[in-house]
Nanobody, 126 residues
Framework: VQLQASGGGLVQAGGSLRLSCAGS????????VGWFRQAPGKEREFVAA????????????GYADSVKGRFTISRDNAKNTVYLQMNSLKPEDTAVYYC????????????????WGQGTLVTVSS
């Protein structure tokens, strides 16, 4: 599966952005999709993930503590797209955001992901 992340940009603190991760292939719904971010000089960290879809559900979700209540991940399998709605953004959210896909159950560890998008830069000014 190929992934393309988009939607990054410059926003003031307290603002919102929506990132999109467009996937290719008919099996996209069989992958869990996660968002990770990496700030300059820091390690890549987990942000949020949504599990693969089952017929009656859009999938379960998980979030890093630092974004709980502010970020929402969702998927639209008809469009082969996963979204990350980011509200109440803070300067510390500034990073390059990557989406990734995995068939493994551990969604919060970046080494479990086999497919990665190219990253999109989010800059939050104070």
């Amino acid at each position: 599966v190929q992934l393309q992340a988009s939607g990054g940009g410059l926003v003031q603190a307290g603002g919102s952005l929506r990132l999109s991760c467009a996937g290719s292939g008919r099996t996209f719904s069989s992958f869990a999709v996660g968002w990770f971010r990496q700030a300059p000089g820091k390690e890549r960290e987990f942000v949020a993930a949504v599990s693969r879809s089952v017929s009656w559900s859009g999938g379960s979700t998980g979030y890093a503590d630092s974004v709980k209540g502010r970020f929402t991940i969702s998927r639209d399998n008809a469009k082969n797209t996963v979204y990350l709605q980011m509200n109440s953004l803070k300067p510390e959210d500034t990073a390059v955001y990557y989406c990734a896909a995995t068939r493994q159950s551990d969604m919060s560890t970046f080494t479990r992901y086999d497919y990665w998008g190219q990253g999109t830069l989010v800059t939050v000014s104070s």
